[in-house]
C-alpha cells in the first residue's frame, strides 16, 4: 500500500515531497505556515492578497493609516475613481513580506507566493506588475498565478532577470482556462512550471458557476493530463479541492499527478494565521454549515461558514485604506450594493447587505471563514480538551500525516 512518501514532485533536478499548502489570503497561510513546509521538503505559500495590512502587523510599516490618512477626504463618497495605490509602497509592502519569509526559509523546500489577478486595486496591470517584480526581487522561490485567466501576467515580468528561473505556475479550474493562457503566451517560449487544477471542493474562490456540484477534479484532472500528452507538452499537474487524507492523495499521485495542493487541513494549525477563537469554528463546523454564495464582490461564488459575521454587513466601503477589488475604473461590487442600501433607506444609521459583502475589510478582519468542503471533517482530526475546545494542530503534524498515513486513517494528536 501506498503512502505520499513513495513519490517525489520533480522540479529539474529538485525533489521535493509531493505536498503544496496552498495560498489563504489574507496571511491564513502564514510565512511561519510556509516555513513549515519547506523545511519538510514540501512547498508553502504565503499571499500577497493586502500585503500593506500584512506588512503593518508584522513590520510595523503604517501603510494602511497613510493611505487613509491621503485619501481621507473622499470617505464619504461613492466616486472612489481617484484612489491610487503608492506603487513604491506596495513594492516595499512586497519585500517585507517576501524577504522576512526567505530568510527565514530553512530545509530542502520551496515557499511560492499567490498572486490574485482579482485583486485590481484600481489599476489591475500596473499594480500586479510591481507584486510580481517585487517577489521575485525579493527572492521568492516561485509563484502561483490565481484568481483569474492572467491571460497578460507573464508578459508583465518577462525582462525581469530570473523569469526563467524561478518557478512560475498557474491555477485553472478546466482545460478551457489552461488552453487560452497557454495559447497568449506562446510569444513568450516559456511554458509554466506548474499547473494547480482546482475542483469545484475547495476553500476561497471557486472557478465554477453556482452550478460548481456538476463538476470534478479527477475528471477535469484527467481531461488536462490528457491534453497536456497529446501536445507533448511536461507539464507537472497538481490538483487541489477536497484532498482529505493521505490516501485521497496517493490516488491523485497514482494516476500521474505531480503533487497535490492541500489547504483546508491547515487552518486548524497553530501556525496558520486565523485566530484560535476562530479555528474552534473551524473544528465545530457541521455540514450544514458550510455554503457556496455569491457575497463576493469578485464575482467568483466563495464556500464559507454560514455564520461568517461579514456575511450581511453594511459597513461603509473602506476602499480609501484598503480597496484591493476596486477595477480598473474605481468600481467594486460592493460599492455599488451598499449605495443601493443606503439610497433605499435614507434614514437608517445602518444599513445591511445581504447580496454582497466588503471582501477587504471582511478578510483583513478575518470576518469570512472561508473553507474547503470538507471542513465539516476538521472534527475528526483532533482530540478535545477538557473545557470541550479542539486541541489545535502543529502544522508539521498535519503535512506528515499527509505524508505518511494509509487506508483512509488520520492520526490524532498526541
Ligand atoms: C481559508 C482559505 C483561504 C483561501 N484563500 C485563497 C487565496 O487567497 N487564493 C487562492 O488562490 N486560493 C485560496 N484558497 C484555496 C486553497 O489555496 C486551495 O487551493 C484549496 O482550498 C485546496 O482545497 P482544500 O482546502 O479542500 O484542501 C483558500 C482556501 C482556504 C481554505
Not at 37 to 61: C, E, K, N, P, Y
Not at 72 to 90: E, M
Not at 296 to 303: A, D, F, N, V
Amino acid at each position: 500500500m501506498k503512502r505520499v512518501d513513495d513519490f517525489r514532485l520533480l522540479f529539474g533536478k529538485k525533489e521535493l515531497v509531493p505536498i503544496m499548502i496552498g495560498g489563504m489570503g489574507v496571511d491564513i497561510s502564514t510565512a511561519e505556515l510556509a516555513l513549515v513546509a519547506a523545511r519538510l521538503g514540501g512547498i508553502g505559500h504565503i499571499s500577497d492578497a493586502m500585503v500593506h495590512t500584512v506588512s503593518d502587523r508584522r513590520f510595523q510599516t503604517r501603510f494602511v493609516s497613510e493611505k487613509l490618512k491621503l485619501y481621507k477626504y473622499n470617505v464619504a463618497s461613492s466616486d472612489k475613481s481617484k484612489i491610487l495605490f503608492d506603487l513604491g509602497r506596495l513594492a516595499e509592502a512586497t519585500h517585507n513580506h517576501v524577504g522576512a519569509a526567505m530568510q527565514a526559509k530553512r530545509g530542502e523546500g520551496l515557499i511560492f507566493i499567490n498572486c490574485m489577478e482579482k485583486l485590481t486595486m484600481n489599476a489591475p496591470k500596473e499594480t500586479l506588475r510591481v507584486r510580481l517584480t517585487a517577489a521575485l526581487d525579493a527572492g521568492i522561490d516561485g509563484i502561483t498565478l490565481s484568481a483569474g485567466l492572467h491571460l497578460g501576467s507573464l508578459a508583465l515580468i518577462e525582462d525581469h532577470p530570473r523569469f526563467r528561473d524561478a518557478r512560475l505556475g498557474i491555477i485553472v479550474s478546466s482545460l478551457r482556462a489552461l488552453q487560452l493562457f497557454l495559447r497568449k503566451n506562446a510569444r513568450l517560449n516559456r511554458l509554466p512550471d506548474y499547473v494547480v487544477v482546482e475542483g469545484p471542493l475547495a476553500g476561497g474562490h471557486l472557478g465554477f458557476g453556482m452550478d460548481w456540484a456538476k463538476y470534478d477534479l479527477r475528471t477535469i484532472v484527467a481531461e488536462i493530463q490528457q491534453y497536456l500528452a497529446t501536445e507533448n507538452l511536461n507539464i507537472p499537474v497538481i490538483p487541489a479541492g477536497g484532498i482529505f487524507t493521505g490516501s485521497d492523495a496517493v490516488s491523485f499521485l497514482e494516476a500521474g499527478a505531480a503533487a497535490v495542493q492541500v489547504a483546508t487541513r491547515f487552518t486548524v494549525a497553530r501556525e496558520c494565521g486565523l485566530p484560535d477563537e476562530v479555528k474552534q469554528e473551524y473544528f465545530k463546523a457541521s455540514e450544514e454549515e458550510i455554503e457556496v454564495n455569491t457575497i463576493s464582490p469578485t464575482g467568483y461564488p466563495m464556500r464559507m461558514l454560514k455564520s461568517s459575521p461579514g456575511i450581511g454587513a453594511g459597513i461603509r466601503p473602506n476602499c480609501e485604506a484598503y480597496g484591493y477589488l476596486l477595477d480598473g475604473s474605481g468600481n467594486c461590487a460592493y460599492i455599488t450594493a451598499y449605495n443601493r442600501e443606503v439610497a433605499a433607506h435614507p434614514d437608517a444609521k445602518k444599513v445591511s447587505v445581504k447580496d454582497k459583502t466588503c471582501l477587504c475589510t471582511h478578510m483583513r478582519n478575518f470576518d469570512i471563514w472561508t473553507c474547503g468542503h470538507y471542513a465539516y471533517r476538521l472534527k475528526d482530526t483532533s482530540t478535545r480538551l477538557p473545557d470541550g475546545s479542539y486541541r489545535l494542530l502543529t502544522a508539521e503534524h498535519v503535512f506528515h500525516d499527509y505524508q505518511f498515513s494509509i487506508e483512509q486513517k488520520i492520526a490524532l494528536p498526541a
